[in-house]
């Protein structure tokens, strides 16, 4: 079964609105969660590292303001988009850190298509 | 800047082997990754290397050269179900990924 779940899987807004997407890290505390943008048949893009209880530490280029993330418990981040446009339609995924003996796995979310009309 | 190369395409037959070849340029480096990505899905754990050589994991190996820069992914046997993307990635700081540009994977019958 999946150790991170994302959701929701598919949304679709209107121009303007603002779109949650959540990332919940399952049987395991997650304090660094990474959020990425997929256009279609193109690379992930890292967006953001979200680290639990602090800032998120956005890469070159993402616009921090229009893409909110909260980290606020071991389990749980969120990506907001804020004020959606037609080119923010893409597949955003997550991905969160655990820490084993043999040393640190990654495990992704399921993904979330947003598609901005 | 950092980026991460690989070829575009790649097109092979049922049993046959393929390489992707993935060289990269990043400010850190904590290993290079390989993942899987069924077109609308997510991308799925295939390997990891840390040190330089082969790391063998069923039909597929992956191979890493830090002092090249270098690393492959070897697909044997291939089999349809292999068609996907293939992304090779780097952490590169605090367990952050870089990601490659992938490589589409086509398995002819």
């Known amino acids: 079964g999946a150790v991170v779940s994302q959701h929701p899987s598919w949304v679709i807004c209107k121009s303007g609105t603002s779109v949650k997407i959540e990332c919940r890290s399952l049987?395991?505390?997650?304090?660094?969660m990474f959020w990425y943008r997929q256009f279609p048949k193109q690379s992930l893009m890292l967006m953001a590292t979200s680290n639990e209880g602090s800032k998120a530490t956005y890469e070159q280029g993402v616009e921090k303001d229009k893409f909110l993330i909260n980290h606020a418990s071991l389990t749980l981040s969120t990506l907001t988009v804020t004020s959606a446009h037609p080119e923010d339609s893409s597949f955003y995924i997550c991905?969160?850190?655990?820490?084993?003996?043999?040393?640190?796995?990654?495990?992704f979310g399921e993904g979330s298509w947003l598609t901005v009309v | 800047g950092q980026s991460l190369e690989q070829p575009s395409e790649v097109t092979a037959v049922e049993g046959a082997i393929v390489q992707i070849n993935c060289t990269y340029q990043?400010?850190?480096?904590?290993?290079l990754s390989w993942y899987q990505q069924h077109d609308g899905g997510a991308p799925t754990f295939l390997s990891y290397?840390?040190?330089?050589g082969l790391e063998e994991t069923g039909r597929f190996s992956s191979f890493l050269s830090r002092s090249d820069s270098y690393g492959y992914l070897l697909l044997q046997e291939l089999q349809m179900k292999d068609s996907a993307s293939y992304f090779c990635?780097?952490?590169?700081?605090?367990?952050?990924?870089?990601f490659g540009t992938g490589t589409r994977l086509k398995v002819l019958a």
């Open positions: 990635a780097v952490g590169s700081g605090t367990y952050k990924y870089i």
């Open positions: 290397n840390a040190l330089d």
């Open positions: 991905s969160a850190r655990v820490s084993t003996p043999s040393g640190n796995t990654i495990y």
């Open positions: 049987d395991f505390q997650a304090t660094t």
């Open positions: 990043t400010s850190g480096f904590y290993g």
